[in-house]
Each structure stands twice: as structure tokens, then as C-alpha cells.
């Protein structure tokens, strides 16, 4: 197994964790969403965004193209959740996106 694909399995754990803990409504999850702002409307769908960047990560393992989109898509989105987390002042819990961001940069750049 190359690095490359070790990373994007990473990634694809991180992100597909974080869809589930989003469905379970996991209070470290959920509470901040509420301290940040986030409508309790848009949770499910924040949770399947993951969830289907997760598993078109784990299909770009066969199909790139797929990969590389599944990647685009989760930087996209863990920024979106920096920024949320900014904009709310909320400094001690900023590193929590850039967690689960970074291996899905790192699949992407890996990915060319």
C-alpha cells in the first residue's frame, strides 16, 4: 500500500467519524454547532457532506478522478468549518477542523 493510500484512508476515517458523530448528535459535536450558530436544520446535511466525501475518497481509490473531487470537497468544507468556528471566536476549537482537513489536502495533493 502506497503513502498516497494511506493517507486518503486516513482521511476517509476522519471524515466518515465525524459524519457519524454528527448523526449521533454527539454532544462534543453538537454543542459547539449550537455555540457556533449552526441551524439544528443543516446538521444532517453537514453529516452527509461528510459521509459522502468519506466514501468518494475511499472510491477514488479505484476511480481518481472521483478521489480527487471527494478531496476538493472536504478542503472546501473543513475551511467553511474554520471559518465558522472563527467568525464565532471560538480560538480553542479551531484546530479541530484543521484536524480532520489536513489528511484530505494531503490526499489531494498526493492524488497528483
Do not use: C, D
Request: net charge positive; proline share 5%.
Amino acid at each position: 500500500m502506497s503513502g498516497a493510500q494511506i493517507v486518503t484512508l486516513v482521511a476517509a476515517f476522519l471524515s466518515g467519524f465525524s459524519a457519524v458523530s454528527v448523526f449521533l448528535k454527539a454532544a462534543w459535536v453538537v454543542e459547539p454547532l449550537v455555540q457556533y450558530g449552526v441551524p439544528r436544520s443543516w446538521w444532517n446535511l453537514l453529516g452527509t457532506a461528510k459521509a459522502a466525501g468519506s466514501a468518494g475518497l475511499l472510491v477514488g481509490l479505484a476511480v481518481p478522478p472521483i478521489g480527487i473531487a471527494a478531496a476538493v470537497g472536504l478542503v472546501l468544507y473543513f475551511t467553511g468549518a474554520v471559518v465558522t468556528v472563527l467568525k464565532a471566536r471560538s480560538w480553542s476549537h479551531v484546530a479541530f477542523p484543521i484536524i480532520y482537513a489536513a489528511p484530505a489536502a494531503a490526499a489531494l495533493v498526493l492524488g497528483f
